[in-house]
């Protein structure tokens, strides 16, 4: 959120604080003044995520390979010129930020829902003006930053502390990003994300030495005017008495249209007044007239303050907290908490440290129609895995405990699904999953090497979805195609409106745009049959041998046909063909399946308990098959 008004204020009333700067001529500036050193930009990522996410089909998301090609020509501009770059990412929420983080999250929800109402009125999707993240966004572009061999890192506390404390103690060039916390660190240069032409690599520098001058502040006044401005840590509602008092008493008699313009040089005046030392923090404190905010605006203060900075306003024995560290941590494993540190700094994990370290999780907003009541949230259908991975990490704390007292550890849950208030968190088990041998440590997991060890993970991973006694056959596939399988073998499982169609579409998605080039898949033809049909059996075998059938869901009548033309006009004629293959026979030759092949009862048709019923009041829409290119504004995509 940054600091209440400031944005406005810097763009609107005090011009000067932004300046127009070439990031070329400031590279060589910057090697000029630092021989032998290259400039190096810190780049807050969760800010750039909807400046790279440029694709007009948004709501469809999937679009990797575009966006693939929008990091790299991101990349490459600041290449072309020496700048090297490093992406930060939120890895915590913070205690102290949570009430923020659940008003934004229930802020989204409506957002989402406006998105939802859109479709069902217009049978299409928003425009820009309307754009949500896609869900999954940022885990996947930390994987992909880190597949381009780009330094990427996960935080250990707020990202933006991080990313300025990283940017000053490493002397880089500039901070990339757009939060007007950066102007209130004492670090190096901000540079705004949402001003950038990239084409010719000139964007917008605001100025913190500017902004004090126009303000008659010192730089060390900037946090304390944040904190009464309203930031992430003391919200708006705490300060907003005291906002206006200083307004009153710095333009009595002003219109109401002056009252955003002039209430950061308002509360400016208030504070050129106060004593800049810790009793007059604790004066404005007092002035704040609420009995119940004790030292709130000293942490505040506190935490824009880097290593090895010093705060007027602050307690002299004040000192910068560890990052990530938490006080009871609850794995008591010394050497795997420091691996899954490392990890998570690396941006390898995400979940998992959090987990050892805390016992907490978060998740934010996905794209979900919180009235369909035929789809679960992801939240939801996904929680028997996360309880199953949770029942993996925290086995040694349950075993270490004595039989008669032996609790099931639990995992405190922030995950945003429909009908969750956020009012506290869910409080989930960690279940192990049922393996030969029991639930292995980690430190056999993560710190032993060998075929057998190998093994073992490979099956400690399927267990997690229920599938370790498929291992066989999965293990066959390529590891990406395994992974898809697995995905879509344990959402059939947990789902029980999924049907053939959705497996179609899922299953051609994830054939077609493998190995594929962003500019080929906007011309893509459907001719990977014969795996489709091999993958698409194995599929359904293993959820009959696990008692969910896979029903055909007719079309309904009158829905948009879809279905892109094959080469010769004659529609999705191969796909019947491949339905009727998997109903009838192997998939393809020489398949030595678990189950013997479908008959009378069909893995894909027939007899695996009751489904639930579709009258017209309960169908939701039918969008399946996805692939042939609903979004239609590809050339041969309608």
């Known amino acids: 959120m940054g600091v209440k008004g400031l944005q406005r204020f810097v763009d609107h009333v005090c011009p000067a604080t932004s300046v127009q700067v070439d990031l070329k001529e400031m590279a060589e500036q910057h090697r000029r003044s630092h021989p032998g050193r290259s400039p190096v ?32 020509t991101f990349v490459d501009a600041f290449v072309a010129v020496g700048i090297g770059l490093v992406f930060f990412f939120d890895g915590v929420i913070e205690q102290k930020k949570r009430d923020e983080w659940v008003k934004r999250r229930l802020t989204n929800n409506r957002e989402i829902a406006k998105i939802f109402q859109y479709i069902k009125a217009k049978a299409c999707q928003p425009g820009r003006d309307m754009f949500f993240i896609p869900s999954g966004l940022a885990t996947f572009t930390r994987f992909a930053l880190k597949s381009m061999g780009l330094d990427t890192i996960c935080s250990l506390q707020e990202a933006d502390y991080e990313i300025a404390s990283y940017a000053s103690l490493n002397g880089c060039m500039a901070i990339l990003g757009q939060d007007t916390d950066y102007l209130i660190y004492d670090t190096v240069p901000y540079l705004s994300v949402s001003k950038l032409r990239l084409d010719k690599l000139a964007t917008v520098m605001y100025s913190r030495e500017h902004l004090c001058r126009s303000l008659s502040l010192q730089m060390a006044d900037l946090p304390l005017l944040a904190c009464l401005l309203g930031n992430d840590v003391v919200p708006g509602n705490v300060v907003e008495g005291l906002r206006r008092q200083c307004l009153a008493g710095y333009s009595p008699s002003g219109p109401s249209a002056r009252h955003t313009k002039e209430m950061v040089a308002a509360v400016a005046h208030y504070i050129s007044g106060v004593a800049r030392s810790h009793d007059g923090l604790r004066e404005v404190e007092r002035n704040l007239q609420r009995h119940s905010i004790g030292s709130l605006l000293e942490v505040g203060v506190e935490s824009y303050i880097l290593p090895g900075q010093y705060s007027p306003w602050l307690p002299h024995n004040k000192t910068s907290p560890v990052m990530g560290h938490h006080e009871n941590a609850i794995c008591s494993d010394e050497k795997i908490l420091q691996v899954a540190r490392e990890q998570h700094i690396k941006a390898e994990s995400y979940a998992v440290y959090n987990v050892l370290n805390a016992g907490e999780l978060s998740c934010s907003n996905t794209l979900e129609d919180e009235l369909d009541t035929e789809l679960p949230g992801q939240a939801i259908v996904y929680r028997p895995a996360r309880q199953s991975i949770y029942g993996i990490l925290l086995a040694a704390e349950s075993n270490a405990q004595p039989d008669a007292a032996r609790l099931c550890p639990t995992v405190k849950e922030w995950f945003v699904y429909p009908g969750n208030l956020l009012q506290q968190p869910d409080l989930v088990p960690a279940i192990p999953p049922k393996l030969p041998g029991g639930t292995p440590d980690l430190q056999t997991l993560w710190l032993t090497e060998g075929s057998q060890v190998t093994k073992l993970r490979h099956c400690t991973f399927l267990a997690c979805f229920g599938l370790q006694d498929f291992a066989d056959e999965l293990l066959l596939l390529e590891l990406p195609t395994a992974a898809a399988c697995c995905l879509l073998i344990y959402i059939t499982l947990q789902v029980s409106t999924i049907c053939l169609e959705d497996l179609d579409a899922y299953l051609a998605q994830a054939l077609c745009i493998r190995d594929k080039p962003a500019d080929l898949l906007a011309q893509i033809q459907d001719v990977l049959v014969q795996e489709f049909q091999k993958l698409k059996f194995l599929i359904s075998t293993i959820c009959a041998g696990k008692k969910r059938t896979i029903l055909n869901r007719p079309r309904p009548l009158g829905a948009v046909n879809c279905e892109r033309p094959g080469p010769h006009g004659r529609g999705n004629h191969r796909m019947s063909q491949c339905d009727q293959r998997v109903r009838g026979s192997p998939p393809y030759p020489g398949y030595q399946g678990r189950y013997p092949q479908p008959g009378s009862t069909n893995p894909a048709q027939g007899g695996g308990g009751p489904q639930p019923s579709r009258g017209p009041h309960n169908r939701r829409p039918q969008l399946a098959p996805r692939w042939s290119g609903f979004q239609g504004s590809h050339p041969g995509w309608n």
């Open 41 to 72: 930009v810190v780049v807050d990522a969760m800010a750039c995520l909807r400046h790279w996410y440029t694709p007009e089909a948004w709501v469809h998301g999937g679009q990797w390979r575009q966006y693939l090609q929008s990091l790299k």
